[in-house]
């Protein structure tokens, strides 16, 4: 009986369990190898179903059990590891054994930062958090790029670090843009960026790494992933008032891909923002002397900015390629255009220093209009792979000019300008490494042509020719070097560089005027050889390259309207050091000094006078050529805690250029005459520099100060008679920048004090100096998190007579209102209404004070679409 | 890969907070949880090949001072935690086999780090934990000691509001090898080790040092003064 309800009771409870459909799984999961994998996420659902309904882990043994309930007809088991690819089964709703072999897979997982310390390091990167370092105003990456500690920004977007330009932008390890990065860098918008990586004393060619130890450092910038693979930027329309209808149209667009990056931008304003005035900042060739004759501010420049004077109407394009063809392989293609029309006024009172203490003032009034054009391709093909460099760059460029410059003042004047400026150059370079041996080879070409260029000054009134001036020129460069190297020891190098310069210049001149002078046609050759054997030697922190250039001169010039010519055959040695030393992890002393000769210049035999502007005569040779010596000296100590937000400079410079021509100038009421006559003549100029920067990163503090001090001394020829120029200039500034109320509210201030002194021994009364002083506030509001309202305020105080300050305040200011996708914006300038700006400056002797008439108070409304 | 979390501790006794860094690298076999700070340490000077003076390491502690924080070292495979403590000059090594959390599983969803998390709850060793993991990487493991869900552990906290952990960052790791140091610990079971903080953290001036080394304390001018009485911040992780 008793066995009875025991088989009976057995019997109920597995129909009990048939009736609820529990069953249990169970199994092995291995990897690929046939290894036991344990952790492996093992989910069973219900056929269809998105949900799991039972879950379990394999074991050690890579095991796994599950127990289920269902009543439905099948079952799915997937199993899951990161690093492996998913793996599922569908199973009938029985027990059983079901085994799994998962593959391995790249790990899919979306990196993601939410709060981030502000600064990360990795052996020489230090990697700057964006999200943490950016203040709310900022605009563009260029912004935050700004606050990273040892980073300074000049007014064109250079940027250096710890005193040095750096060497390289790339955007996502890739180098697209070459020496025009301020195309991403004022432009990308800080939220698409999620790092900044500065790549400290970085080594651009993989082949020299470990082998040439550089001091200059590069940027990086990484993209939110939001930011790859798809085009980002914005487009911009914008319209208003001023003196006139103000109008602004933009299209900036940046698609970052893993094997392709492009960056297209047009724009086009009259809101006072120029195109033409960029330059390559990663180095350039010239165009020789008929193309840089003429300048593009014959009447000066002023020291506030061009957006506050001009009156525009600009436009640009560019279109920037780089395709990755292979992992070491790239391909860049570029192409610019810009083109600016201006029109501004200004009035320049020259006070001349003349003999016996007098003074001779000139004033000019100029209305001027300016019409510039540029244009550029570049095709660079590079391959940066370990053991090879190989890079060879096409590069065609051109520009023109035409000027119109309407004076009055002492003399009624107007005067053209046109220039036409063509060039084309290709650079070849390759490095190799073999083992410890470094062989070289750079082959550089340039040619540049100015068929056209002259100016044209005719008296208005009586409708007759003053002066026509006409240049034209051809530059050829090319130079060509090779270097064969070896390692020594564990990282030394011992290396010998061969290189040939060569160039070619030809310069036509004619002049009609008064007192016409004869043509001028002068060309030349100079050849440079070199072979300069170096030692680069590297001690753990300790870093030596020195080198001696033994340099053969060979170079014959002609005047050939003249009939004479000059000509130089000798050898010289230059000797050159630099030394780096870095101690403690963040501070480095660096020394560089070199000894050079330059045995003349092609302009060394042009001796006939050509007018530069209606009334500046120039005659840049006295038919002999200038030897010239140049000693440099340049001390650096740098002490930076990125982490900690601190950066420490010290600087000093010395250079000593010994010459064997002295400038001579004459002035008149009519015409100012430079020449240059024989006479041993000394150039020293000392300087040095202190700055210290902090970066409280938590509060979203950042203050900078800088002192600057500068002495120059020379001799020159005024009015015939010899005088001793000694000039110093002091400058202090300082920079802060915070946020409050949880950067609700910030404020931008920068202010700068400077004196310039300047005496010229043997002539009375010649002592004079002069101090400016300017300070910028901006201040920012953020009622809510989308709508910022500014306002910055500008001080000036500039002292045009002993003890006597002209002032002036500017103030400008907007809103700008962000919508998701949209953002409206309202810029305004000038508010206070000024509409003159007054500025002195030394040029050796004389006393340039400008007057520039301003835009008026204006504005521009613009609705932007960001993509 | 690497997760970084944010972990705050609050002390009721004292009534402070405490809130510190952690990482939580993930191997193949082996994963650690461990202070943020030390990581970094240890960061900057792998990228040097180890090859650092005491100045160095000095001035590269100093950049990121460490707070004495326990490191957890799980190992996969065996289903074993190691555990670092520390109290001034010892460092207790523990293993710990006995580590698991019957989880339930709630059908509550949130977002942590644009990452779906489901809601689980356990209490394990006297705290009742809430832990929020993600389907969508399979790891069934986390912070601190937190394991067996099938999903990382993005947040979690306990039921009194002492502790919560979160993640603030999830990267690809950088190849800085996993360290976990054995020589010099003292190896005892956990539950000693338990205790030996408690004791410690409570009254400090009861401490003695396992290595025979002893704490005085003495003012600018080298004369002793009595040890402090106060209480240390402490939050125990587990109360059994």
Redesign the interface.
């Given at each position: 009986m008793r066995t009875f309800r025991l088989m009976l009771l057995c019997c109920l409870l597995l129909l009990a369990s048939a009736v609820r459909g529990q069953v249990r799984l169970t199994g092995l999961v291995k990897d690929g190898e046939g290894k036991p994998l344990?952790?492996?996420?093992v989910?069973v659902y219900e056929e269809g179903a998105s949900d799991?309904m039972a879950?379990g882990?394999t074991?050690?043994d890579g095991r796994y059990a599950i127990s289920v309930e269902s009543k439905a007809a099948r079952l799915r088991i997937a199993c899951?590891?990161?690093?492996y690819k998913?793996a599922s089964l569908a199973v009938p709703n029985r027990t059983a054994a079901h085994d799994f072999r998962l593959a391995e897979a790249p790990?899919d997982?979306?990196?993601?930062?939410?709060?981030?310390?502000p600064v990360?390091?990795?052996?020489d990167t230090l990697i700057y958090n964006v999200d943490t370092l950016r203040g709310a105003s900022d605009r563009t990456i260029e912004d935050v790029i700004r606050r990273i500690p040892g980073v300074s920004i000049d007014e064109a977007g250079g940027i250096q670090y710890k005193g040095e330009d750096i060497n390289r932008f790339y955007i996502e390890d890739l180098d697209m843009l070459g020496g025009r990065y301020t195309l991403a860098t004022q432009n990308i918008r800080p939220e698409d960026v999620l790092s900044v990586d500065v790549y400290e004393n970085h080594q651009p060619k993989k082949v020299l790494k470990d082998v040439s130890f550089s001091k200059q450092a590069a940027l990086n910038l990484r993209l939110k992933k939001r930011g790859m693979m798809r085009p980002v930027g914005d487009a911009t329309a914008g319209a208003g008032w001023g003196d006139g209808a103000t109008w602004q149209g933009r299209l900036y667009a940046l698609m970052v891909a893993t094997g392709h990056q492009h960056l297209l931008m047009a724009e086009g304003n009259n809101f006072a923002t120029h195109y033409t005035s960029g330059r390559s900042l990663l180095g350039g060739g010239d165009g020789g002397a008929a193309a840089g004759f003429f300048a593009d501010d014959p009447f000066g420049t002023a020291a506030v900015p061009a957006m506050r004077y001009r009156f525009n109407r600009s436009a640009m394009a560019s279109v920037n390629n780089i395709f990755r063809l292979s992992p070491d392989l790239t391909l860049t293609v570029t192409a610019d255009y810009a083109a600016d029309l201006d029109n501004y006024d200004h009035t320049r009172q020259t006070d001349y220093l003349l003999d016996g203490g007098r003074h001779l003032v000139v004033n000019e009034q100029a209305a001027s209009a300016l019409k510039r054009q540029q244009a550029g391709l570049q095709l660079r093909w590079e391959k940066n792979a370990a053991t090879c460099y190989l890079t060879d760059e096409l590069s065609v460029r051109g520009s023109t000019a035409r000027d119109l410059f309407r004076l009055g003042g002492s003399a009624a004047v107007r005067q053209r300008r046109a220039s036409d400026v063509v060039g084309v150059g290709n650079r070849l370079e390759w490095i190799g490494r073999k083992g410890r041996r470094v062989s070289s080879v750079a082959a550089n070409v340039e040619l540049s042509t100015t068929p056209r260029g002259y100016i044209c000054a005719t008296d208005p009134v009586a409708d007759t020719l003053r002066v026509r001036q006409d240049v034209e020129g051809l530059a050829l460069r090319a130079t060509a070097a090779t270097s064969l190297g070896r390692v020594v020891g564990r990282r030394d190098l011992l290396s010998v560089a061969l290189g040939v310069a060569a160039s070619y210049d030809r310069l036509t001149s004619r002049q009609e005027s008064y007192a016409p002078a004869p043509p001028g046609r002068n060309d030349g050759y100079y050849v440079r050889t070199t072979v300069t054997p170096t030692y680069s030697l590297s001690r753990g922190d300790v870093s030596l390259k020195a080198g001696v250039a033994l340099t053969m001169h060979d170079l014959r010039y002609r005047d050939i309207a003249g009939g004479a010519a000059a000509s130089y055959h000798r050898p010289f040695v230059s000797p050159r050091l630099n030394f780096f030393w870095r101690w403690?992890?963040?501070c480095s002393l660096t020394l560089d000094a070199s000894y050079d000769r330059t045995p003349g210049s092609f302009t060394d035999l042009v001796t006939n006078a050509m007018y530069s502007t209606y009334r500046d005569v120039q005659t840049m040779g006295n038919g002999e050529l200038s030897l010239t010596d140049h000693f440099t000296l340049a001390p650096r100590l740098n002490a930076s805690?990125p982490?900690?937000g601190l950066h420490f400079l010290l600087e000093g410079r010395y250079m000593l250029t010994r010459s064997d021509r002295m400038a001579s100038s004459t002035v008149d009421a009519d015409a100012t005459g430079t020449t240059f006559v024989s006479a041993t003549n000394r150039l020293h100029l000392t300087g040095g520099a202190f700055e210290v920067t902090k970066n409280c990163f938590d509060i979203y503090l950042y203050m900078k100060l800088r002192a600057d001090v500068s002495a120059l001394r020379t001799h020159m020829l005024r009015q015939g008679l010899r005088l001793g120029l000694r000039s110093r200039t002091f400058a202090l500034s300082g920079r802060m920048e915070g946020g409050v109320l949880d950067n609700r509210m910030t404020a931008r201030l920068a202010a700068a004090w400077r004196r310039s002194v300047q005496t010229a021994d043997g002539a009375e009364g010649s002592r004079t100096h002069f101090d400016n002083m300017n300070a910028t506030l901006r201040l920012g509001l953020f009622p809510w998190k989308k709508l910022e309202c500014y306002a910055t305020g500008t001080f000036t105080a500039t002292e045009t007579e002993p003890a006597r300050f002209r002032t002036d305040f500017y103030l400008d200011g907007g809103i700008r209102l962000a919508l998701r996708r949209m953002e409206l914006g309202l810029t305004l300038r000038n508010l206070t209404g000024r509409r003159a700006y007054v500025s002195r400056t030394y040029v050796l002797t004389d006393v340039y004070t400008y007057t520039y008439r301003l835009r008026p108070a204006e504005g521009l409304l613009t609705l932007k679409y960001k993509f | 890969m690497e997760f970084i979390y944010e972990q705050t501790d609050v002390d009721t006794v004292l009534s402070r907070a405490k809130t510190n860094s952690y990482i939580l690298q993930v191997g193949r076999e082996l994963t650690l949880y461990g202070d943020y700070m030390a990581y970094r340490v240890d960061s900057a000077c792998n990228a040097m090949n180890w090859q650092v003076t005491h100045a160095t390491f000095d001035s590269i502690f100093s950049l990121y001072p460490s707070g004495q924080m326990p490191d957890f070292l799980y190992d996969t495979r065996a289903d074993l935690f190691k555990v670092h403590e520390r109290y001034l000059f010892d460092v207790y090594l523990y293993e710990d086999s006995t580590a698991h959390f019957d989880w339930t599983l709630l059908p509550d969803t949130t977002t942590v780090c644009g990452y779906l998390c489901r809601k689980a709850e356990a209490t394990f060793r006297g705290i009742g934990w809430t832990a929020w993991y993600a389907p969508d990487i399979p790891m069934s493991f986390g912070p601190w000691k937190l394991k067996g869900l099938p999903g990382l552990v993005l947040w979690a906290y306990d039921d009194k509001g002492t502790h919560d952990i979160k993640l603030i960052s999830a990267r690809r790791g950088n190849n800085c090898p996993i360290t976990f140091k054995r020589a010099g610990c003292f190896h005892m079971r956990r539950e000693r080790v338990r205790k030996l903080m408690e004791k410690n953290k409570a009254s400090p001036a009861s401490y003695k040092s396992l290595t025979g080394l002893s704490v005085s304390h003495a003012d600018g001018n080298g004369n002793p003064r009595p040890l402090p009485v106060k209480r240390k911040f402490y939050v125990p992780y587990e109360l059994e």
């Open positions: 344990p952790g492996v996420v989910k799991f879950y882990l074991d050690r899951a590891l990161l690093g998913e790990i997982i979306r990196e993601v930062t939410v709060k981030a310390p990360n390091t990795l052996g403690y992890d963040f805690l982490l900690r | -």
